[in-house]
């Protein structure tokens, strides 16, 4: 079995920063991707952040030049750095990890979703 377990949500006013943390633990055996989500309030889950295998990053381009995503190769943990921080930024904020345990197929592991809350 793999699970994620998130922390570092929480409520934080306009223009401030918070960090999430999402470490990999269990059976897993290889990663190929590390990845963000977030999902607001009547609408559809978003892709924020992508880190893949050799440091490779991509951002949705609402988050670029604010987020910043890394990983701890050692720690199976993805990291979301984000730093001024917008009302619209509110969502559950979801960790992904594609990857995969000895002889298995690879599989889209999920956190269970940290709140983060933007406002004053």
């Known amino acids: 079995q793999v699970q994620l377990v998130e922390s570092g949500g929480g409520l934080v006013r306009p223009g401030g920063s918070l960090r999430l943390s999402c470490a990999a633990s269990?059976?897993?055996?290889?990663?190929?991707?590390m990845n963000w989500y977030r999902q607001a309030p009547g609408k559809q889950r978003e892709m924020v952040a992508t880190?893949?295998?050799?440091?490779?990053?991509d951002y949705a381009d609402s988050v670029k030049g604010r987020f910043t995503i890394s990983r701890d190769n050692a720690k199976n943990t993805v990291y979301l750095q984000m730093n001024s921080l917008k009302p619209e930024d509110t969502a559950v904020y979801y960790c992904?990890?594609?990857?995969?345990?000895?002889?298995?197929?690879?599989?889209?592991?999920w956190g269970q979703g940290t709140q983060v809350t933007v406002s004053s």
């Open positions: 992904n990890v594609r990857g995969r345990m000895i002889m298995s197929p690879w599989t889209d592991y």
């Open positions: 269990g059976s897993i055996h290889s990663i190929k991707a």
């Open positions: 880190i893949i295998s050799g440091g490779v990053t």
